[in-house]
T-cell receptor, first 114, second 117 residues
């Protein structure tokens, strides 16, 4: 069964608009962490934001925020005021505390239009 | 933030030759490093987990004799693609966990694009 699901293979968004990238997860581990990474065309992976399963508040990092809905097992990434440089692949990942590794979603290709 | 350096970033080799890719954590100690392979437009596929001073743990379906991993120090892990063939052409990326970090965040190298002719 898919543990991390990103249902949007690709998205086009107008510059300066906000964008939400979906991520749902499946785990029975009560303790876990959720991550979002950005991968531009150059290939490197850039860490964006982290949410722990016990964190009471949604994580925020500059223009990035994570809409964490624990009961729904969703961890959507929200990018406010999108910029052309935001065009990239975005990956959602989960680390269960019982397992040291990251489990990856399939990714969403985001293209920001001028 | 923590930096992971991967070298080379791009390599082209002939079929049958071996290629070594280095992954270095520049400003932190990494007891564990991970090696991934990424096919075009796909997510990262974990190949193996590299632990300093011990044998790597390979994921199912990954040939350990084909992809040799060595983690000789707390800041260096190497992946050697032995007797490379065109089907080994891919983007290989490493990551390292800061042993002193609190979130379990992984820091990634820039990736290495391997093309086997």
């Amino acid at each position: 069964a898919q543990k991390i699901t990103q249902t949007q293979p690709g998205m086009f968004v107008q510059e300066k608009e906000a964008v939400t990238l979906d991520c749902t997860y499946d785990t029975s581990d009560p303790s876990y962490g959720l991550f979002w990474y950005k991968q531009p065309s150059s290939g490197e992976m850039i860490f964006l934001i982290y949410q722990g399963s016990y964190d009471q508040q949604n994580a925020t990092e500059g223009r990035y925020s994570l809409n964490f809905q624990k009961a729904r097992k969703s961890a959507n990434l929200v990018i406010s005021a999108s910029q052309l440089g935001d065009s990239a692949m975005y990956f959602c990942a989960m680390r269960e505390d019982s397992n040291y590794q990251l489990i990856w979603g399939a990714g969403t290709k985001l293209i920001i239009k001028p | 933030g923590a930096v992971v350096s991967q070298h080379p970033s791009w390599v082209i080799c002939k079929s049958g030759t071996s290629v070594k890719i280095e992954c270095r954590s520049l400003d932190f100690q990494a007891t564990t490093m991970f090696w991934y392979r990424q096919f075009p437009k796909q997510s990262l596929m974990l190949m193996a987990t590299s632990n300093e001073g011990s044998k790597a743990t390979y994921e199912q379906g990954v040939e350990k004799d084909k992809f040799l991993i060595n983690h000789a120090s707390l800041t260096l892990s190497t992946l050697t693609v032995t007797s490379a063939h065109p089907e080994d052409s891919s983007f290989y990326i490493c990551s390292a966990r800061d042993a002193g970090g609190s979130t379990g965040e992984l820091f990634f190298g820039e990736g290495s694009r391997l093309t086997v002719l």
